[in-house]
């Protein structure tokens, strides 16, 4: 029979429908609606009709102007019997396809048999994380190539044979940089091509895949990323001849102004990416998310794209020289100081992003997201692992417990060409696994939503003193969909201030952005006031906001967190099923805050 896939976020999940699953209806419906937990593209957003025998029945499907998170379905005079609707959306955030399935039936002697509510499609193609994987490496080695050669490499501060090599090293990663941004930008081409087979897989238009990559491109909030995506490498590549142009003869002092435009056109490439991310899809402190993001691509691009341009740039022009050693410092000594400070910004923005990306630890144990993160979090920490071995090499303080254990002079380290090589292309590699880590986290849905929040945690009334009311809010019965919503408003003081004028509610959901809703509630007796409605449409945790409104006097708010649990049987309990965002969110301020300390005491003492 057919199985129920839990919520997850990061695509256009189905909430809930109107006929709802697995109903049986005593006559044919006019049409049904699919409300999902994130805006969905209307032009990429399709549903067929199906018979017992899966016979295509026809069928119009159309936006609602009002609420760009439904999909109307409207339906033909429909026999007694058993129907099920296939749908395909494509989110609007991060351009994620989604496929499922409802089944309902027509007449008292329809027979569901063993088929539930709904069926979900959230399997990930394997080019998508490839793809997005590529797209990492080559933005990573474009920003990390600029931030080498010309933040890290400084060949005015060295003797001539030194000053001579870094030169060198300067045009083959600004080399490596240009053709990196050339990469990038037909890897964008294929992306557009890729998403436009992957519609045409889902949607049955029968469209030619161009024109679905054109109408991909021209009317998706993806497609507009697309376009700046692209023109913000076009005019990176346009920066950059100019550039490589001056480091063609000898040292030539850069145009500040191209080096800081380049940069500030590096900074919105990332910022675009962010735009398409996880990050995106969140309700709460969006612009704050997408700033983390944007700090975590820049961290890792730094890191991984520095040791990539200090590698493929300075190790092949350094690796037989009599002189090693001091090219090595030279190279590696300045970038050691700005890598310090790009895993410890990785680390403090992942933690913020694990905060809000996955509901809890439970959440992290028991997902594909959870788990990606802990073996990215275990390659991280092998990585560094290998750095702080290469540090060794490099730094005679940090190699001395190891000189005097081996009773060697003082200033020794194991510094040797081959052993050093060995190490750095390590390093890349692992941190090049990294970003595919990264590629799959992008593609999969994130462990949060309904389907991680106990329920245990759902309450039956709430009570909050605001001003001088009394303000306690009752939903019966707490369940996605139509519920009853009671509040009761009574002053304590007597005879009351003032009359109440209205009583509204005020309904915001916190894990995705489904707009705010406005109930006007009716007073039934006096400080009693009722309403039904179904704008609890999904299980999760909401911000509610019940204002009492009095003539003569500001509104008194009160403010619930109100938790609706997820319909079926609860996710038992791994190890904690608790929220751990504040925890996470605090925990990443204070490691970001010496991490800047740490860094800026190195930079001072260097």
């Known amino acids: 029979g057919l199985v129920l896939v839990h919520q997850a976020s990061a695509h256009a999940f189905l909430l809930r429908s109107d006929p709802p699953a697995n109903a049986i209806l005593p006559e044919s419906p006019p049409a049904m609606r699919l409300w999902f937990n994130e805006v969905i593209s209307p032009g990429f957003s399709q549903a067929r009709l199906l018979d017992a025998e899966g016979h295509s029945l026809p069928v119009t499907v159309e936006a609602d102007p009002d609420d760009a998170t439904l999909l109307i379905v409207n339906f033909p005079e429909l026999e007694d019997g058993v129907y099920s609707v296939r749908w395909n959306v494509l989110s609007a955030a991060d351009g994620h396809p989604t496929q499922g399935l409802v089944v309902f039936g027509v007449g008292e002697g329809a027979d569901l048999g063993t088929a539930t509510a709904v069926v979900q499609d959230t399997a990930v ?5 490839i793809l997005r994987w590529l797209n990492f490496v080559l933005l990573a080695g474009l920003v990390g190539c600029f931030a080498v050669a010309f933040l890290v490499l400084d060949p005015a501060v060295y003797p001539p044979d030194i000053a001579a090599v870094q030169h060198a090293a300067q045009r083959r990663i600004l080399r490596l940089a240009w053709w990196c941004g050339v990469a990038a930008l037909l890897l964008g081409v294929v992306w557009a091509g890729w998403q436009a087979i992957l519609l045409s897989n889902t949607l049955a238009s029968g469209a030619s895949v161009s024109s679905i990559a054109w109408q991909w491109l021209s009317q998706t909030r993806l497609g507009y990323l697309w376009w700046l995506r692209q023109g913000l490498l076009a005019l990176i590549l346009v920066c950059l001849w100019p550039l490589r142009r001056n480091l063609a003869g000898t040292a ?19 910022l675009a990416q962010s735009l398409t991310s996880h990050a995106a899809a969140l309700a709460r402190q969006t612009a704050v998310a997408i700033v ?10 730094l890191w991984v794209g520095g040791l990539l341009a200090l590698a493929a740039g300075l ?11 001091a090219l090595v410092k030279a190279g590696w000594g300045p970038f050691g100081r700005l890598a310090f400070l790009s895993v410890g910004v990785i680390f403090a923005t992942g933690l913020y992003s694990t905060g809000r990306e996955v509901a809890s630890l439970d959440a992290m144990l028991t ?15 092998v990585v560094g692992l290998v750095g702080a071995t290469n540090s060794m090499l490099i730094h005679p303080r940090l190699a001395a417990p190891l000189a005097r254990l081996r009773h060697k002079p003082a200033g020794w380290t194991p510094l040797t060409p081959r052993k050093f090589a060995r190490l750095i292309l390590l390093e890349v590699g692992l941190g090049v696994l990294v970003l595919g880590l990264a590629g799959l986290l992008t593609a999969a849905p994130t462990a949060r939503g309904g389907a991680y929040t106990p329920a245990s945690d759902a309450p039956e009334t709430l009570s909050q003193l ?7 809010l009752a939903i019966s019965p707490n369940r996605a969909g139509t519920n009853v919503f009671t509040v009761r408003a009574v002053s304590n003081r007597r005879p009351p201030p003032a009359e109440v004028l209205r009583v509204i509610l005020r309904l915001t959901y916190q894990d995705q952005d489904l707009g705010l809703t406005s109930l006007d509630l009716e007073e039934v007796e006096p400080g009693f006031y009722l309403i039904g409605d179904n704008a609890l449409n999904v299980a999760g945790t909401w911000h509610i906001d019940a204002v009492v409104r009095r003539r003569g006097l500001e509104d008194s708010v009160a403010q619930f967190s109100w938790v609706v649990p997820q319909s079926g049987p609860e996710r038992p309990v791994v190890v904690s099923n608790q929220p751990w965002e504040p925890v996470l969110t605090l925990a990443a301020a204070l490691l970001l805050l010496v991490v800047i300390v740490v860094t800026a005491v190195l930079f001072i003492t260097a």
């Open 252 to 270: 030539v002092p850069q145009s500040r102004v191209l080096l800081s435009l380049t940069t500030l056109l590096l900074l919105a490439l990332l």
């Open 292 to 301: 983390s993001d944007t700090l975590h691509l820049l961290a890792v691009s």
């Open 466 to 472: 605001v001003d001088d009311m009394i303000i306690t």
């Open 125 to 129: 193609p394997w080019p998508d994380p």
């Open 315 to 325: 190790l092949p022009l350094v690796r037989r020289r009599e002189d090693f050693a």
């Open 367 to 381: 997902s594909l997201y959870g788990r990606t993160i802990l073996l990215k979090i275990g390659l991280m920490l």
